[in-house]
């Protein structure tokens, strides 16, 4: 059986400029990477009008078995293309830390992919290099300021402001740096974040158009005074050389499926400690171009679906015409205890007790923000009728259709049952959309209903620094901005180890902070952190590359 990185150099890619054809692009709106890549010239579409129905893509929280979002949502997008439907793809881009690490890529897999599958996996077009070109440009200009007499009266001891790399290195979450006399710098303790949870990844993927960029870039906070009081970038006054770095970052990116759908791919924050979606530029203009646009959210619609939900859908003006929710029946056995060596067996027992996970999910997207939902079951051989069938009963006490899902072995084809179901909803379920928590509430309570309707917990614990830290935002005029949540993404509570639909558990926050140019207050619970280690053994130490350039061991 071929690897997903053999099927991908196996492809016949069209020519970039064919791609964009299908949805009206003309050659002078794109910007050339090479044959098979192009950034779009969204200015050109500024005045047209966005027209497609969006499906938002999520899942159960995850597996060591895998759940397979990223691989269903190409698949459904092929397989409405397959249908005569005009189909755009909006999906973000990977990191390199998981790419060397656990998970490896993320351009989905087997016959469901977006291509050229290794460039996507790895450089693509150099927007994560912008963004950390960036992110640094303002660290060292905020060191700087204090090296040359701090006119700011900026304490060392509050600068809110990490540096960041797109890579998984445990060794750089906690540094000194300045060292080695005056000459040299202010010593401090800092620290480095991944890329992808730097507020500059947010602030890109939020931002509507360059010169909105540029004012978020400006409203950022990087460090509080003696007095208490915010500094922004602003202060810093690095906005506008940090938006000569991003400018072309910021247009989307333009690839194709191996069925030669259109992609988009543009954006890639951790659901998990930031927002995790893709850009509102590339969703934006992938529903001014298409008539059905597939997008996906990061992890379990405890995380992703959430925060695109409560964070993108409010800020862009959003509302989905309907969700699709990833599972597999591998996933759900893990989730009811079963050994992962024996998740290809049939275990009902284990289903019935892991199914609560899924329908946890499915009743927040149908409950609480009143969506149309589908389950898509990304099935596996060894999947049995009666492991199917007890999913499907589950679900139907919910009003929610089970639709089966071959993509991985069979492309679009294998797809067309969940993308019938998928037109069906849209066309006789019309959403009742709502938000979890309104605008004006505050951020306690913001935190308290994502908890305790999305989760599923008692109540919400605070760390004192967090509690004050809260107030202090909301005296600093933070209190209407939403929240966006950093939890672990294996389970719906803070603690990893509680698989299922744990009850009787409360949430934990230990931190608190602004981020006020992408427009929400971070809160970090658990043992959350925003720079993840390899493991034992790394994805890294299996890709390698021959005399010819041809790359291998890239999932």
């Known amino acids: 059986m071929k690897t997903d990185i053999e099927i991908a150099q196996a492809a016949e890619m069209l020519p970039i400029a064919q791609i964009a054809q299908q949805v009206g692009l003309d050659e002078d709106k794109l910007e050339y990477y090479g044959k098979y890549k192009a950034k779009v010239d969204t200015l050109a579409l500024r005045d047209v009008p966005r027209k497609g129905k969006l499906i938002l893509v999520t899942a159960i929280n995850p597996t060591p078995a895998g759940e397979g979002k990223t691989t269903t949502s190409v698949g459904l997008g092929d397989a409405l293309h397959r249908l005569g439907k005009k189909a755009v793809l909006a999906l973000r881009e990977p990191s390199l830390g998981p790419v060397f690490g656990v998970k490896g890529g993320a351009a989905g897999g087997g016959y469901a992919q977006v291509v050229p599958m290794e460039d996507i996996n790895l450089h693509f077009t150099g927007d994560f290099h912008a963004i950390g070109a960036a992110n640094n440009l303002l660290a060292a200009m905020l060191d700087n300021h204090i090296q040359q007499g701090n006119a700011l009266d900026i304490d060392v001891r509050r600068i809110t402001w990490k540096r960041c790399v797109d890579m998984n290195d445990r060794q750089l979450r906690n540094i000194v740096c300045g060292l080695g006399g005056k000459v040299n710098g202010v010593p401090r303790e800092d620290g480095f974040d991944i890329t992808v949870a730097s507020e500059i990844m947010a602030v890109l993927c939020l931002a509507s158009d360059l010169m909105d960029l540029k004012a978020r870039l400006g409203r950022m906070v990087v460090a509080y005074n003696r007095s208490g009081d915010p500094v922004y970038c602003s202060d810093l006054k690095a906005q506008g050389a940090m938006t000569a770095l991003l400018k072309d970052a910021i247009r989307p990116n333009l690839v194709q499926t191996l069925e030669h759908t259109p992609a988009f791919i543009h954006g890639g924050p951790f659901a998990n400690i930031a927002h995790g979606c893709n850009s509102v530029s590339a969703t934006d203009t992938a529903l001014k ?267």
């Open 289 to 555: 171009l298409g008539d059905y646009v597939v997008t996906e959210a990061g992890f379990g619609a405890d995380l992703g679906a959430e925060k695109f939900l409560d964070i993108k859908c409010r800020a862009a003006g959003l509302t989905p015409d309907a969700v699709v929710i990833v599972a597999t029946v591998r996933a759900l056995k893990h989730h009811g205890g079963c050994p992962k060596a024996d998740l290809g067996k049939e275990n009902l027992p284990a289903l019935e007790k892991g199914l609560p996970n899924l329908l946890k999910h499915v009743e927040n997207i149908t409950k609480v923000y009143g969506l149309p939902a589908v389950v898509a079951i990304n099935q596996f051989d060894s999947d049995t009728e009666a492991e199917i069938a007890m999913i499907r009963t589950a679900c139907e006490k919910y009003g929610v259709r089970v639709a089966l899902s071959q993509v991985w072995g069979r492309g679009g084809e294998g797809g067309e049952e969940l993308a019938r179901e998928v037109l069906r909803i849209i066309d006789e379920e019309k959403p009742d959309f709502r938000f979890a928590y309104e605008s004006e509430a505050p951020l306690t309570e913001k935190i308290e209903a994502v908890a305790r309707k999305v989760y599923g917990a008692d109540g919400v614990g605070y760390a004192p620094a967090a509690a004050k830290e809260l107030q202090r935002l909301t005296e600093l005029g933070y209190g209407s901005l939403p929240v966006c949540m950093a939890k672990t993404q294996y389970s719906l509570s803070d603690d990893a180890g509680k698989l299922g639909a744990p009850t009787g558990f409360h949430i934990k926050v230990q931190k608190v902070k602004v981020s006020a140019g992408a427009g929400f207050v971070v809160v970090l619970t658990g043992d959350i952190m925003t720079m993840p280690g390899l493991p034992k053994v790394p994805a890294a130490e299996n890709i390698d590359v021959d005399e010819n350039g041809v790359i291998t061991g890239l999932f």
